[in-house]
């Protein structure tokens, strides 16, 4: 079993950076991969970023590309998404996930799930 815990959301203002982070812990495996999704009022959870823990390699939703970030730390056990040029669109609750094989970012490939952390970004 693999524990998610997240960490970082709140409120900041457009044009703005937040870092949230996700603490794994229990079985997990440099097999794995890691993602953020994302889930706004009224909308179905979609895929940020994912990043495969062995090779370090880094995928990203259309969204994301070029304004946020996604890396791992391997002696914290901890990923991260730096998230700058922050919108207002990006409110969501942000959700960390895992994946026990090199599957694909959607939400039916994950197998593990954290409670999320919202972030808020204010006009």
């Known amino acids: 079993q693999v524990q998610l815990v997240e960490s970082g959301g709140g409120l900041v203002q457009a044009g703005g950076s937040l870092r949230v982070s996700c603490a794994v812990s229990g079985r997990t495996s440099s097999s794995y991969s890691m993602a953020w999704f994302r889930q706004a009022p009224g909308k179905e959870r979609e895929f940020v970023a994912g990043?495969?823990?062995?090779?370090?390699?880094?995928y990203y939703a259309d969204s994301a590309k070029g304004r946020f970030t996604i890396a791992r730390d391997n002696a914290k056990n901890t990923v991260y998404l730096q998230m700058n040029s922050l919108k207002p669109e990006d409110t969501a609750v942000y959700y960390c996930?895992?994946?026990?094989?090199?599957?694909?970012?959607?939400?039916?490939?994950?197998?593990?799930w954290g409670k999320g952390t919202l972030v808020t970004v204010s006009s």
């Open positions: 996930a895992a994946d026990r094989a090199l599957g694909s970012w959607s939400v039916r490939a994950m197998d593990y």
């Open positions: 990043i495969r823990w062995s090779s370090g390699s880094t």
